[in-house]
């Protein structure tokens, strides 16, 4: 009886096992396309620069699309390369508007790929489909007015 009993949790055990490795494989990340040969960038030419900084978009409307292995190559319009660049993402394409919410990329969520005097390129290594927004700037820190 008790070699039944047993077998029986053993195998209620597995059973319970096996479908909570099913669940986990079913919501882990998904494997996308990265390579560089079947996405190449795609140009942005939008945004706005003001003080030595550019901006892709508004926080609260009009983000990039930015799925798993997309490539953007951002054309800044900075006229020399940036000193600095960080990148947002969210996961509404209107960012902060309606409740939303951003956060600075982390990881391989966004990869420099180049950077020059004309545009920066990012890459999504992560698979996760999100919105971006990138920001970059000429000095490490604005010159505060009146100095010269």
Not at 112 to 139: G, K, P
Request: hydrophobic share 35%; aromatic share 6%.
């Amino acid at each position: 009886m008790i070699t039944s009993r047993r077998s029986l949790l053993l195998a209620g055990a597995c059973a319970t096992a096996a479908t909570a490795c099913d669940i986990v494989t079913s919501v882990g990340p998904q494997t996308c396309d990265r390579s560089e040969e079947n996405n190449p960038p795609v140009a942005y030419r939008g945004g706005t620069v003001e003080g030595g900084i550019y901006q892709s978009s508004r926080w609260d409307k009009d983000l990039i699309n930015f799925p798993g292995g997309m490539q953007v190559r951002f054309e800044h319009g900075l006229g020399s390369a940036p000193r600095s660049w960080t990148a947002y993402l969210s996961f509404e394409p209107n960012g902060t508007n309606g409740g939303g919410s951003m956060a600075p990329a982390s990881g391989n969520q966004v990869e420099l790929v180049d950077m020059d005097d004309q545009a920066l390129t990012v890459r999504n290594s992560s698979c996760a489909d999100y919105y971006l927004l990138v920001t970059a700037q000429l000095n490490a820190s604005p010159t505060p007015a009146g100095d010269g």
